[in-house]
């Protein structure tokens, strides 16, 4: 009756068994025990002895039919579909139901459904294709599934999570740069303070107070002209000269007050004394380029949207 299945010991297999069927066998067992005894009539009324508030009594009477006939169909309907259907150890059931091998026919069936679909949207380029609602209906839904453990269910990010609808890019917002995040992911590498030779807390300072002067804020005056030095040295190979940062390296912006990681002097210096790794991890090898198409976009379309909104205001 047994085949090789999930459990590997036989003793889990007869441990559910037993378990099982004797809690059936249990249920019914103490279904007879409490179910004994007749309806008394007329005026004989049996007591459990137990009295409350002077007059409210505890009735020993039998348990009505229709309540004990429920209680016994659910145990035929539990023995019936225990040898249907798998439930007792490894035993597959007569019907030989096998859910992985269902779940792996609806995924298989869906993907034959809406292959064709996809391949539809997937010829169409990213820009058009965003001003078509149902492609962009299709893509927020594979992003809901997919994306928004990091990025949030309104694309809007967190700390260390970009957000994607302000059209500011880490690594560009083209079509085609969204779309390669996505595909192939990205690896930030903001070198610590010892690669990036700020040998002490008075050069991390100074260097952050120079970065938040360039985002217009009030700094320190004197410590902005040693952080100058030290940037021009060091930081622009990256960050470019102004500041504005290299989208082929994922440098960000340092000048538009939009901020991956915090703002403040003290999460500018952890920036510099710890350095930064933030990671897109690649989703083209696992979804397939049509679905990643479709997930493009939707971003593309969020910052596009975002746009439109900032320029009406
Ligand atoms: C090798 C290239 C490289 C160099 C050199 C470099 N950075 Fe960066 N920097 C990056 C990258 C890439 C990121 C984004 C990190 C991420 O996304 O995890 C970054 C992030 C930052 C951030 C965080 C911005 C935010 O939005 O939170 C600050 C601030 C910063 N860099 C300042 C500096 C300063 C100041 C220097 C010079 C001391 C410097 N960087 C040198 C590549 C570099
Ligand atoms: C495990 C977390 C995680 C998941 C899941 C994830 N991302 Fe990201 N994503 C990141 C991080 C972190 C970055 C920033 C990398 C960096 O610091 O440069 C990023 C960057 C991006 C960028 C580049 C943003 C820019 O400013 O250039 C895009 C576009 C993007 N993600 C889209 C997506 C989409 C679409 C999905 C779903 C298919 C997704 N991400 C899933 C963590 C994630």
């Not at 809901?144 to 957000?163: E, I, M």
């Not at 700094?219 to 030095?229: F, T």
């Not at 915090?262 to 083209?284: C, D, F, V, W």
Request: charged share 15%; proline share 5%.
């Amino acid at each position: 009756m047994f085949q090789p299945g999930v459990f590997v010991n036989p003793f889990w297999d007869w441990f559910i068994t037993i378990g099982t069927l004797g809690g059936i066998l249990a249920c019914y067992l103490l279904v007879i025990w409490q179910s004994g005894g007749h309806r008394p009539s007329g005026d004989e009324v049996k007591t459990m002895g137990h009295v409350w508030d002077d007059n409210l009594e505890e009735l020993n009477n039998p348990l009505p039919m229709w309540w004990l006939n429920m209680f016994y169909i659910t145990m035929i309907f539990g023995v019936i579909y225990l040898a249907l259907y798998p439930g007792l150890g490894s035993y597959a059931g007569m019907l030989k139901e096998d859910q992985l091998v269902e779940y792996a026919k609806e995924v298989d069936d869906a993907s034959a459904r809406f292959a064709p679909m996809f391949e539809q949207y997937r010829a169409v380029p990213i820009a058009e294709l965003a001003k078509n609602p149902a492609a962009v209906e299709t893509g927020k839904r594979l992003y809901l599934t997919y994306c928004n453990v990091c990025h949030g269910s309104d694309g809007k990010g967190a700390k260390g999570f970009p957000n994607l609808t302000d059209n500011d890019w880490l690594w560009g917002g083209t079509p085609e740069a969204i779309e390669i995040s996505i595909m192939k992911g990205r690896n930030a590498m903001m070198p610590n303070a010892k690669t990036n030779r700020l040998n002490s807390d008075a050069d991390i300072n100074n260097v952050a107070n120079y970065v938040l002067s360039l985002s217009g804020q009030k700094v320190d005056d004197k410590a902005v002209a040693e952080g100058q030095k030290i940037f021009a040295s060091v930081c622009v190979a990256c960050h470019n000269p102004k500041g504005t940062g290299t989208a082929a390296m994922g440098a960000p912006n340092l000048t538009d007050n939009i901020w991956l990681y915090g703002g403040s002097l003290e999460a500018i210096k952890q920036t510099l004394a710890n350095g930064r790794q933030g990671q897109m991890p690649a989703h083209g090898g696992f979804l397939g380029a049509a679905k990643v198409h479709l997930l493009a976009t939707y971003v593309y379309n969020l910052s596009q949207n975002n746009v439109t909104k900032t320029a009406a205001k």
